[in-house]
């Protein structure tokens, strides 16, 4: 029984990150709509590769989950940027099957070094934080701005050069083991945060499968509950379950919902913001009288009382006063 309990346990680690993220993809090509946020993919991309890391430099589970759930997770994360990068191209008139000039990778990859030299070299050699951040945001865009899958794949493979190089020259210390497992579950924690801050500033939930977000959620669950790290994972599922409310916040039966009850309310909101600005504008107008004076009610600049109209006089009287 307890070998069968291990054995789920270890498919489940090992597909959760492939079958978590198969609805949104799903989504994005059958809609094409942009309310999913790519960070989130450059978020688990990174956690996915170097938790196979990790368990490459022995610092995690001594099982073939940690490898397979990584390299699923990474396949996933890829799928998910080549429906990105469709969209994006539909989006902007240039359609999947025309011929289009196609840029040199081993360029944009070199360049897209080059910006992350400047952002090291402005933070910590001219220690200028004001360059530092208008580099970074500039690698951001640039980074984003591909409409391509090739130079995605190209930092990945790069990065993961890199990664085998650091474990090779540092696979004898403790501590790159720990840090590895440690950065992972960080940027597997922070990861919903990518969605949540684009549905809170776009205020529509369009093209976000709720189904990915709820297994998700369930995800972090377990996690805080059996995994090893559960602060990371509570931390997670607080994300989770943000990212869910405002998903189902923003769905079509709460928005009709919420139109209802808005035209329904209407008419009081418009009663309490009259007296609420009758009330406002007495204050406004009112006047404390001094010391033996009689309360005066308020005028307006040309001596009539608040609301009266000027009086007309009839005109015999206005004809003797102009001296006719």
Known sequence: MDAARRLVERVVRATYPFLTYLPQYYLLQKTSKDGFAPATCLAELL??????????????????????????????QLLLLDAVVQARRKKSGRGITQPTHRPRYGATTRQLGREVRAVFRAAFRDRDKALALERFKKLRVAFWAWDELGPYVEVLVVFSLYLVGASFLLGTFRWFGSFLMTASAMMDAISPAPQLIRTFRRRD?????????????????????????????????????LVVALVAWHSPPVARVRAACAVLLDPVYGLVRRGCLWAHRRRAYARVPTEGEAPVSPKTPGGLEEGASPRRESPAKEAVVSGE
Do not use: E, M
């Not at 490898?67 to 996933?76: S, T």
């Open 47 to 76: 956690a996915r590769t170097l938790a196979v890391g990790a368990w490459a430099n022995r610092s995690g589970p001594h099982n073939a989950s940690a490898p397979v759930g990584g390299v699923l997770g990474v396949f996933a």
């Open 205 to 241: 939930a369009a093209g976000v499968s709720a189904l990915t977000v709820g297994l998700r959620f369930i995800g972090g669950v377990f996690g805080f509950a059996y995994g090893a790290r559960p602060k990371l994972s509570a931390a997670r599922a607080l994300l989770d379950a």
